[in-house]
């Protein structure tokens, strides 16, 4: 019983070290996270209204090919989401979309995509919800 005590507490202080410099490095980095992502919104936006959705979803899968950071992952994603947002709907991205009930599913079908264009970040998958997130609230209309 003390083992697992011990095994906690080493655990427990591993995890304040741990959220300690998380805090440490958000201080020292959110103005720069903060604009970076503001940035992408204005560039998903932009390029949204001169695109299809599924025009936005390749520009994200090209994008995401180059990214390796959990900031530029977030950034990304929104820029997706601006992206989606602004864009024509072409009615095939949607349908092959599983929907966001369809949990293993869309895990599924976002990983192959990322899988599919050779995309070695393991945020891509994840940031796929948006397109699940725009294809069910399309469907239910204005």
Request: aromatic residues 8%.
């Amino acid at each position: 019983m003390k083992f697992f005590k011990v095994i906690f507490g080493a655990l427990a202080l591993l995890f304040v070290i741990w959220l300690g410099f998380g805090m440490i490095w958000w201080q020292s980095n959110h103005d720069e996270v903060l604009q970076a992502v503001d940035q992408a919104m204005l560039e998903g936006e932009t390029i949204g209204k001169d695109s299809s959705d599924a025009e936005c979803l390749q520009t994200y899968l090209d994008i995401m090919r180059d990214c390796r950071e959990m900031t530029c992952s977030i950034q990304n994603q929104v820029f997706l989401k601006a992206c989606l947002e602004h864009s024509r709907a072409t009615g095939t991205l949607c349908a092959q979309t599983p929907s966001q009930s369809e949990l293993i599913q869309l895990a599924k079908w976002a990983s192959k995509l990322c899988l599919d264009s050779n995309i070695q970040n393991s945020h891509c998958a994840a940031g796929l919800q948006e397109v699940a997130i725009y294809c069910s609230a399309s469907t239910l209309g204005p």
